[in-house]
């Protein structure tokens, strides 16, 4: 099936799949639909219209937006993620907000579009625009492994200027939290793992070795293991409790 989907879709000189819009390129990335081999295409071209044909803004509609904002993150892109989050003029979510929205809109020119077709309270426009925040900006995730956050993934996204975030979510099992800053080259960690279950947390740190957890290096720290280096972070894999890590970014 995917065979036939890149013969009929797929563009190599553009690098698009059918008409090159952001959704176009979204929904085949974020369901790994796209060969290792078009991948960097994809994204550029992708980054390219959000950047310079939409001046940084949101370009989809109800059913790209679903999966805007996690595509754009796991792949390297978080800070375009942030941008568009953020953004205050038309379109955007922040757009609705600056009109005086206190519910989602059905069109992004809510404000102004033709009341016949024009739901003031559309909540399935705001796409994985909350899912991101809680997933990767505050870092909160279920393993799909063990669904129900029996086992829990910690994984932040530092993006844009942020430099603090602190999210929680009430669980069966208990409270889970997540609360990180950064300034001077310094990342802060504090995590909450409830009882009876495990998490892995990623820690973005320039040297693994220097990790430490409540001011001390974290080598030895009871209930946490540590795993790897990757992609910029250290991973560790922790017990139930509270944690506070520290690193050099």
């Not at 890149?6 to 959704?23: A, H, I, M, S």
């Not at 802060?188 to 009876?196: A, G, H, M």
């Not at 030895?220 to 520290?246: D, I, N």
Request: proline fraction near 5%; hydrophobic fraction near 35%.
């Amino acid at each position: 099936m995917n065979e036939a989907f890149q013969k009929r879709f797929f563009k190599p000189l553009e690098g698009v799949y059918d008409n090159g819009t952001q959704t176009s390129s979204i929904l085949p990335l974020y369901f790994q639909m796209v060969p290792e081999d078009r991948r960097a295409s994809v994204l550029a071209s992708l980054t390219r219209k959000i950047e310079q044909e939409s001046n940084g803004h949101v370009g989809t509609g109800l059913v790209g937006a679903q999966w805007l904002m996690r595509t754009l993150s796991d792949n390297g892109h978080a800070d375009t993620a942030y941008q568009i989050a953020t953004q205050k003029t038309y379109p955007g979510w922040g757009y609705m907000v600056e009109k005086g929205a206190t519910t989602i809109w059905e069109l992004w020119n809510g404000d102004t579009a033709d009341p016949a077709m024009n739901s003031g309270n559309h909540v399935m426009q705001i796409g994985d625009l909350a899912v991101w925040m809680y997933e990767y900006l505050g870092g909160i995730r279920s393993d799909p492994e063990k669904p129900g956050f029996q086992h829990i993934v910690i994984h932040p996204y530092p993006a844009g200027d942020l430099t603090f975030v602190k999210a929680s979510h009430q669980s069966m099992y208990g409270m889970i939290s997540s609360s990180w800053k950064r300034g001077g080259g310094k990342f802060t960690l504090d995590v909450t793992v409830p009882p009876n279950t495990t998490a892995t947390v990623w820690l973005s740190a320039k040297d693994a070795g220097a990790v430490t957890e409540a001011g001390r290096p974290v080598k030895g720290a009871k209930g946490v293991k540590f795993l790897r280096a990757e992609g910029g972070a250290a991973l560790f894999e922790v017990e139930s409790g509270t944690y506070a890590f520290g690193a050099t970014m």
